[in-house]
């Protein structure tokens, strides 16, 4: 496969934290809960974040088996034919890149406790952004 030869260079901006001992396989399926530990030199940036609002969640991959151009078309579990990998949501993507709506139930500090994890503890937390559905006007 020839992708782009430029590499970019993503660095953890926080860790997923959950005691769940298994997640479901999309956010919007999800009711666990855990914990967004973002890193504390990074913590002024929550400013303004607040329980009940919904935030994007782009994480990694970090446990996906490698991509291959044989997972350009994979069959999901709970689909009856195999379906093109832009069209699912598989980890097992050209850049392992995922991205999960969370609910905040209480924000302490640099730490973010949500709710409709589908990431299992340890994923690395690559940006956050607020759900475009709550955008205040005129932002």
């Given at each position: 496969m020839n992708f782009i030869d430029d590499a970019i260079l993503l660095k953890p901006i926080g860790w997923v934290r959950t005691k769940a001992a298994r997640v479901p396989?999309?956010?919007?399926?999800?009711?666990?809960?855990g914990t967004l530990e973002i890193d504390p030199?990074?913590?002024?940036?929550?400013?303004?974040?607040?329980?009940?609002?919904?935030?994007?969640?782009?994480?990694?991959f970090h446990q996906s088996p490698a991509f291959s151009p044989d997972k350009l078309v994979?069959?999901?579990?709970?689909r009856d034919r195999p379906m093109g990998i832009f069209s699912i949501c598989s980890p097992?993507?050209?850049?392992?890149?995922?991205?999960?709506?969370v609910e905040v139930l209480e924000v302490n500090g640099s730490d973010l406790r949500v709710r409709g994890l589908d990431m299992i503890d340890g994923t690395p937390i690559l940006d956050l952004k607020p759900d475009f559905r709550e955008r205040e006007p005129g932002t």
């Amino acid at each position: 496969m020839n992708f782009i030869d430029d590499a970019i260079l993503l660095k953890p901006i926080g860790w997923v934290r959950t005691k769940a001992a298994r997640v479901p396989r999309n956010w919007w399926l999800s009711d666990v809960e855990g914990t967004l530990e973002i890193d504390p030199a990074l913590g002024e940036g929550l400013h303004d974040i607040h329980p009940g609002q919904r935030l994007l969640v782009l994480f990694r991959f970090h446990q996906s088996p490698a991509f291959s151009p044989d997972k350009l078309v994979q069959k999901p579990p709970h689909r009856d034919r195999p379906m093109g990998i832009f069209s699912i949501c598989s980890p097992i993507r050209p850049n392992p890149i995922g991205l999960s709506v969370v609910e905040v139930l209480e924000v302490n500090g640099s730490d973010l406790r949500v709710r409709g994890l589908d990431m299992i503890d340890g994923t690395p937390i690559l940006d956050l952004k607020p759900d475009f559905r709550e955008r205040e006007p005129g932002t």
